[in-house]
């Protein structure tokens, strides 16, 4: 069975200071990848996503960046975060059952940015 | 582009009570419709789903219609309980790229 996990489950950066999350998703291949980030008491937006290794799209124009070094590994990260960097960051991967698509969340990051 | 609107939120109800979270979409071709259950703390987990007009997906109680004359997919639950507090959020999926769309989410709480 496939899992995803993600780290550090929470995290307290200061302002200005750089970022690094990090997901990873076990069992299977080639899966599409996807960063969101879910402010408090809002829906999720989707930041970034990926088909494949070295292949980012951005949705949202900002201070975060995405790359994907390996198959199966999809790294958020910031050189300097901003207050507004604060919110709950899903990593996500997507398969095909039957005739659609699902997509499948990690548990999160918290990052607090003080 | 695709689009989801959820009811507003907080839904305050008590254990066993009916319950319906309203979903209606816009999206072009023929899309897939989701419900995700997120509880306090965690990620998002897959409730249940349904992939073409008229289909009901179904899971731990709760079902769903794909309604296309209507652009709905509303949320259903017979005798909810204080276990199913929660944020609710339906989304769907279109064209090639499997990004889904979510609603804005309807936050749950059922008291004893």
């Known amino acids: 069975s496939q899992t995803i996990h993600q780290w550090p489950a929470t995290l307290v950066q200061p302002v200005g200071s750089p970022l690094s999350l990090e997901c990873t998703v076990e069992?299977?291949?080639?899966?599409?990848l996807y960063w969101y980030r879910q402010a408090a008491g809002r829906g999720l937006q989707l930041l970034f996503y990926s088909v494949g290794i070295g292949q980012i799209s951005s949705e949202v124009p900002q201070n975060l960046s995405a790359s994907r070094p390996q198959d199966r590994q999809f790294i958020l990260s910031s050189k300097k975060l901003l207050l507004s960097d604060s919110g709950f960051y899903l990593c996500?991967?997507?398969?095909?059952?039957?005739?659609?698509?699902?997509?499948?969340f990690g548990p999160g990051t918290r990052l607090t940015v003080t | 582009g695709d689009s989801v609107t959820q009811m507003e939120g907080p839904v305050t109800l008590s254990e066993e009570a009916f319950l319906t979270i309203n979903c209606t979409y816009t999206a072009t071709g023929y899309p897939s419709l989701f419900w995700y259950v997120q509880y306090p703390g965690e990620g998002l987990q897959l409730l249940l789903k349904a992939t073409k007009a008229d289909d009901k997906g179904s899971n731990k109680g709760f079902e769903a219609t794909y309604r296309k004359e209507t652009t709905s997919f509303h949320l259903e639950k017979g005798s909810v309980q204080v276990s199913d507090s929660a944020v609710y959020f339906c989304a769907l999926i279109s064209g090639g790229y499997q990004k889904v769309t979510f609603g804005t989410g309807t936050k749950l709480q059922v008291i004893p």
């Open positions: 069992g299977t291949s080639n899966p599409n």
């Open positions: 996500a991967w997507s398969k095909l059952t039957g005739t659609s698509y699902e997509q499948y």
